[in-house]
């Protein structure tokens, strides 16, 4: 059986529908990513879980036991939120153990246990011997650090994290999710993470949760997701997706300019009209290289993303979309890459992927 169950779950406000029978598994000590655009419904489905929204429909069960209608204080959770909620009157000593006031886990600790509790969880998030400091004397990533212990405090079996990353700056981001990944793992809870951040997802995930307009559109390892999204909405969310409409409904055919490309390796055996590849799979050539299926295109504008560039080119397709094409630094120098230049450029088949339209 499942750690944690959600069975056709359904949430509306007014005429929206936030959540559309939603169907999720979670395993014991699992670390599963939710993520999606704005207003798609991960945020509104963690707070169904945490009781914090009443859902109109639908079970969620965790640990064996149906909790769809219990209240939040009964559900065994921690919650971590994008804002910190530390209380700026309290010391991190009180924040952490706030919890404990009100769980019997505080009360068969007692106050010694309970002081002790506070500081194993400190020295857990690496903020050892902070008890009597404020929120307003720490950084943010020290107060999302506190934030965290304190929902570790109880010693609670799922663990939700809503967006904990997004306030901090990008380096802080970095090294705070490596850490959170490092603690779960260790400490081998379930553990639910809201996010829109593609990269948080893939780094930190056992499994990400897609989701669009309130429905779930794939679920899988973060190498299942990137390599084969189900549809062009997963393809362009998860990293960059050349999305290609192939000219022939029986084989994949794609008009570059004048240069026809085919890809029969990338049929599923019925006829597909819509495929993808990523950046990083187009292949460039020396200008002058006559390589069968080889293509020319324009430069349009470039992106320097440190040990890569990102380069947007007009190839002439019929369907009038800018290509994408993802290339080494290393590999670019002497290689003219400004607003103009012609570059020449091949798809292998074997990185060409046909997949159906989006829900």
Known sequence: MAHLEIKQLS????????????????????????????????????????GLERQDSGQIWHAGRDISHAPPAQRDYGIVFQSYALFPNLTVGDNVAYGLKSRRTGHALGAVGAQQRVADMLVLVGLPGI?????????????Q??????????SPHLLLLDEPLSALDAIERVRLRSEI?????????????????QEEALSMADRIVVMKNGQIQQIGTPQDIYRAPCNDFVADFIGRGNLLDATSQDQAVFKFGRV?????????????????VRPEDICLHSITDTTENSFTATVKKTEFMGSSYLVTLD?????????????????????????????????????L???PQSL
Not at 13 to 24: C, K, M, Q, S, V
Not at 182 to 197: E, F, N, P, R, Y
Not at 260 to 276: E, I, M, P, T, V
Request: charged residues 20%; hydrophobic residues 40%; proline residues 4%.
């Open 315 to 351: 190839a002439d397709m019929e369907q009038n979309k800018p290509l994408v094409a993802q290339f080494s630094s290393n590999y670019l120098e002497g290689r003219p890459i400004h607003p103009g230049a012609l570059l020449r450029l091949s798809i292998p088949a074997e990185h």
């Open 260 to 276: 026809s490309l085919r890809c029969a390796s990338a049929g599923l055996g019925h006829a597909a009209h819509r495929f993808y």
């Open 11 to 50: 949430k509306r406000f007014g005429g929206f529908t936030a959540l559309d029978r939603i169907e999720l598994s979670v395993a014991q000590g699992e670390f599963v990513v939710l993520l999606g655009p704005s207003g798609c419904g991960k945020t509104t489905l963690l707070r169904a879980i945490a």
């Open 353 to 355: 992927r046909s997949m």
């Open 181 to 197: 990944r490092q603690l779960q793992s260790k400490l081998g809870i379930t553990t639910l993470m809201v996010t829109h951040d």
């Open 131 to 143: 008890e009597e400091k404020y929120p307003t004397q720490l950084s943010g990533g020290q107060q």
């Open 145 to 154: 650090r506190v934030a965290l212990a304190r929902a570790l405090a109880t």
